[in-house]
């Protein structure tokens, strides 16, 4: 963002923030979770799709998405199981604790495997961005 900001002006950032955005609503179900995190993150939270079809499938439409509308995105992906996950007695005792969700472990878990895959996605979103630059 901040190179379409410096070469073009603010107006065509927020171009391309709304070309992410619309991409991003096209290739998700109206139940998936979709949001702007940050500066140029965003964020989309796909329960119920396998690894697969997350990197063929939405990964794939929204690239084509934003490659339609001319602009080019680097994204990260990172699929968790939450059945598969252990997130550690401690970490789900101090979710439960910060929210006073006490007895309420299922809400707590959903919590930790979120902060694990964004973490995971943002890894390998900022390994392909730094690849990308010593390619230059």
């Known amino acids: ?3 379409i900001n ?6 065509e950032g927020d171009k391309a923030l709304k070309a992410i955005a619309d991409a991003m609503r096209e290739a998700t179900r109206k139940t998936d979770v979709v949001a702007r995190v940050g500066g140029d993150e965003f964020l989309a939270f796909l329960p119920g799709f396998s690894d697969g079809e997350v990197k063929d499938g939405i990964v794939a439409k929204i690239l084509a998405g ?3 509308a001319g602009y080019e995105v680097t994204v990260g992906s990172h ?3 939450p059945n598969k996950t252990d997130v550690g007695s401690d970490a789900l005792k ?5 929210n006073g969700w ?7 878990r ?6 694990i895959a964004k973490k995971a996605a943002d890894d390998q979103m900022y390994e392909l961005k730094k690849s990308k630059k010593v390619g230059r």
């Open 110 to 115: 959903a919590v930790c495997v979120f902060d």
């Open 1 to 3: 963002m901040k190179k």
């Open 94 to 98: 101090d979710v439960m604790s910060r």
């Open 79 to 81: 699929y968790v199981d």
């Open 6 to 11: 410096d070469e073009n002006g603010h107006p």
């Open 66 to 68: 934003v490659e339609k």
């Open 102 to 108: 006490a007895g309420k472990e299922h809400l707590a």
